[in-house]
C-alpha cells in the first residue's frame, strides 16, 4: 500500500494490490454501488458533496473509504475539497468487463425495480 507522507494524504492501494474480492465486497453495497455508478456517469474527479446519498456524513466517510481501500476509487485533496475518481483503467487492466458489467447490471436492476 503506498504510504501517506502528509496529514493529508491518503493510503491507496497500488494496482499489483487490488484483489478481485476486495473489489466485489465494495461493489456490492447499494450506497457505494450508487456512488461508483455516478462517477462513471460524470466521468470526471467529484467532490464528496456532490453524492446526495441517504446516509449520515459519517456513514458517507465510511463507504468512501472502503471504495478507496479496496482500489474502486482514487481521493485527493484539491484545495480543502476531497476528489474521488474511479480508478476506471486500473479496475479493467485487472478485470476486464467487470466494472462495465457491475455497472450495466446495476442499471438494469434500477429500471427493473422502477417499473
Known amino acids: 500500500m503506498t504510504t501517506?507522507?502528509?496529514a493529508r494524504a491518503l493510503d491507496h492501494p497500488a494496482r499489483e494490490e487490488i484483489?478481485?474480492?476486495?473489489?466485489?465486497?465494495?461493489?456490492?453495497?447499494?450506497?457505494?454501488?450508487?456512488i461508483v455508478s455516478e462517477m462513471a456517469r460524470?466521468?470526471?474527479?467529484l467532490s464528496c458533496s456532490?453524492?446526495?446519498?441517504?446516509?449520515?456524513?459519517?456513514?458517507?466517510?465510511?463507504h468512501f473509504r472502503v471504495l478507496r481501500?479496496?482500489?474502486?476509487?482514487?481521493?485527493?485533496?484539491?484545495?480543502?475539497?476531497k476528489l474521488n475518481a474511479l480508478r476506471r483503467d486500473d479496475l479493467d487492466a485487472l478485470f476486464p468487463g467487470l466494472l462495465d458489467s457491475v455497472l450495466a447490471a446495476a442499471e438494469a436492476q434500477v429500471a427493473r425495480l422502477n417499473s
Not at 446519498?53 to 466517510?61: A, N, Q
Not at 481501500?69 to 475539497?81: F, L, M, W
Open 50 to 62: 456532490f453524492f446526495d446519498l441517504p446516509v449520515t456524513k459519517s456513514t458517507t466517510t465510511h
Open 69 to 81: 481501500e479496496s482500489g474502486v476509487i482514487r481521493q485527493g485533496y484539491q484545495g480543502t475539497a
Open 42 to 45: 460524470e466521468g470526471t474527479a
Open 19 to 34: 484483489r478481485l474480492e476486495g473489489v466485489l465486497h465494495a461493489l456490492s453495497d447499494a450506497v457505494r454501488l450508487r
Open 4 to 6: 501517506a507522507t502528509s
